[in-house]
């Protein structure tokens, strides 16, 4: 009597487990390969979405592997697009068809096309940085400053770091007014008696560009402590012809 409860017992269990077992049934899915239409070969990286036929959910998605492959699953029977996408090619689309809940449907060889509407000739402009720095100077590019343009020499150094112009016109380099000023590399001859009113009159568009040396050697010879303001003039704006 005790097995034949036992038995009874076990085959209530079986029954009870067998729809789970069939609800465990693996989904339906696609899977293919995806070639470049351009070089040949596989074609890694593409992206893979899956959506129902006239939803804009993504219900499912995939990238191909190195070898172009790809396997997308978690699809119920139905209908669904297949939109594959890559970088610089066009858009391809499919619709398919799953017929039963456990059908992975194999789509083959799928190739994708460069995309000659993105592969235009494309114009790069490079900006040359306002500021560089050389061994045992700084040298900041005049022709980019924008902030000082229609204005003088002293509006051009103030927006060059670690010089300052004060309310006077007198140039300092990192707090010290003991500063040398040259112009093409030259004594320029300025004092602090007519440095202010000389910089002021100069017009800043006149000027190419500014070297800011802080730690000149010793063949400079220089007279102030601080360093070199050496202020190089664009002949180009200049008439020469005279």
Known sequence: ????????????????????????????????????GELGGPLEFVTVQVKAKGSDKILQGSVTGSDG??????????EY???????????VSKTIS??????????????????????????????????RFEIDRKVFDATQDIASEGGSVSDLLSNIPSVEVDN??????RGNSSVTIWINGKASGLTS????????????GDIKQVE???????????????GIINIILDFSR?????
């Open 1 to 36: 009597m005790m097995k034949k409860k036992v038995s009874f017992l076990l085959a209530g269990m079986l029954m009870c487990m067998t729809p789970a077992m069939n609800g465990a049934t693996i989904d339906g899915g696609i899977k293919g390969t995806v070639m470049d």
């Open 69 to 78: 492959n790809y396997s997308i699953g978690g699809l119920k029977k139905g």
């Open 81 to 91: 697009v297949v939109t594959f996408s890559y970088i610089g090619y066009g858009e």
């Open 98 to 131: 799953i017929g039963t809940n456990s059908q992975v449907l194999n789509l083959g060889e799928l190739t994708l096309e460069e995309d000659a509407n993105q592969l235009n000739e494309v114009e790069i402009v490079a900006k040359r940085p306002q500021m």
């Open 168 to 173: 006077e016109g007198s140039v300092s380099l």
């Open 193 to 204: 008696d007519n440095q202010a009113d000389i910089l002021e009159m100069m017009p800043a």
């Open 212 to 226: 800011v040396i802080t730690n000149p050697s010793a063949k400079y010879s220089p007279e102030g402590t601080a």
């Open 238 to 242: 200049f008439d020469l012809t005279d």
